[in-house]
């Protein structure tokens, strides 16, 4: 199970750090990311985390989102600076098993596959 918190509204410019807590999963059984999905777009993956602690982001947030675990607490954190209404949109943790992250580095997956939060909004306005 996966839950999302910290979501919130804030100007942009600003920071804000969302949290995915983790339970029946660890980092170490594969690998975990964010997605957002804003209303009027698809849903992409924001960042990726691998059990050796590889990461990979979505090109227009390089230098600002920098996703991070917890192993004492198992949790997953995106923080996230310089946001802009862009940035809006609901962000979602998931979690994939080890068979499918170590064959495919760096890349996100679609809906239909892993495990998903239920979402927390993250609002950016200008």
């Known amino acids: 199970q996966l839950v999302e918190s910290g979501g919130g509204a804030v100007q942009a410019g600003g920071s804000l750090k969302i949290s995915c807590a983790m339970s029946?999963?660890?980092?170490?059984?594969?690998?975990m990311a964010w997605f957002r999905q804003a209303p009027t777009k698809g849903r992409e993956g924001v960042a990726r985390i691998d059990s050796d602690g590889t990461t990979t982001y979505l090109d227009s947030v390089k230098a600002r989102f920098t996703i991070s675990q917890d192993n004492v607490k198992n949790i997953l954190y995106l923080e996230m600076s310089s946001l802009t209404p862009e940035d809006t949109g609901i962000y979602t943790c998931?979690?994939?098993?080890?068979?499918?992250?170590?064959?495919?580095?760096?890349?996100?997956?679609?809906?239909?596959?892993?495990?998903w939060g239920q979402g927390t909004q993250v609002t950016v306005s200008s």
């Open positions: 998931s979690a994939r098993g080890k068979s499918y992250c170590t064959s495919t580095r760096g890349e996100f997956w679609g809906r239909s596959f892993g495990v």
């Open positions: 029946g999963f660890t980092l170490s059984d594969g690998c």
